[in-house]
T-cell receptor, first 111, second 113 residues
Framework: EDQVTQSPEALRLQEGESSSLNCSYT??????LFWYRQDPGKGPEFLFT?????EEKEKERLKATLTKKESFLHITAPKPEDSATYLC????????????WGAGTKLIIKP | DAGVIQSPRHEVTEMGQEVTLRCKPI?????LFWYRQTMMRGLELLIY????????DSGMPEDRFSAKMPNASFSTLKIQPSEPRDSAVYFC???????????FGSGTRLTVV
């Protein structure tokens, strides 16, 4: 069964303290892995799509990496405005639209 | 671009009443999705439209739920009659195709009392 597991459920960091969020997935064949950010009271905001193992993408303080079993979202020197819930989703080669979502990691950056 | 526009932002209704949620996707996007989000179940896909045609409605929980997309710029999700367990945040999202990153609206927070 296709599955996505994110860890940890919540992460509290001091401003400037770098860390990583994990997204482990099980899928018959990966078409793409997506990272989204969700702020309270808003819809998820698209960050990255990764398609193959070894691929990396960066945006400001965020860098996403992908292996055959998991993806990491690395946050370098985070700021309080990076506080949000980060969602991971995968799309199987068996579907050209269905996403399997993780439960998310709630990130809190304290000033 | 104004992004995906949903209305209303909040809806409080009594059990048994009809509720209609509205969505305007991004112009040029041919895929539209309705999602429901709750603390217990996370994000759940309710229905997927491609070029205004419903492709997959297997996530629609019951016959009380229905969705339409009469044209490329408008979609509705209707619940009739509503029940307290329908309380959730309902999101509309669109994409260029089903494989690209989605753009979500700000959601409608529905409370059924």
């Amino acid at each position: 069964e296709d599955q996505v597991t994110q860890s940890p459920e919540a992460l509290r960091l001091q401003e400037g303290e770098s860390s990583s969020l994990n997204c482990s997935y099980t899928v018959s064949g990966l078409r793409g892995l997506f990272w989204y950010r969700q702020d309270p009271g808003k819809g998820p905001e698209f960050l990255f799509t990764l398609y193959s193992a070894g691929e990396e993408k960066e945006k400001e303080r965020l860098k996403a990496t992908l292996t055959k079993k998991e993806s990491f979202l690395h946050i370098t020197a985070p700021k309080p405005e990076d506080s949000a819930t980060y969602l991971c989703a995968v799309q199987s080669v068996d579907s050209n639209y269905q996403l399997i979502w993780g439960a998310g990691t709630k990130l809190i950056i304290k000033p | 671009d104004a992004g995906v526009i949903q209305s209303p932002r909040h809806e409080v209704t009594e059990m048994g009443q009809e509720v209609t949620l509205r969505c305007k996707p991004i112009s040029g996007h041919n895929s539209l999705f309705w999602y429901r989000q709750t603390m217990m179940r996370g994000l759940e896909l309710l229905i997927y439209f491609n070029n205004n045609v419903p492709i997959d409605d297997s996530g629609m929980p019951e016959d009380r739920f229905s969705a339409k997309m009469p044209n490329a710029s408008f979609s509705t999700l209707k619940i009739q009659p509503s029940e307290p367990r329908d309380s959730a945040v309902y999101f509309c999202a669109s994409s260029l195709d089903g494989r690209s990153g989605y753009t979500f609206g700000s959601g409608t927070r529905l409370t059924v009392v």
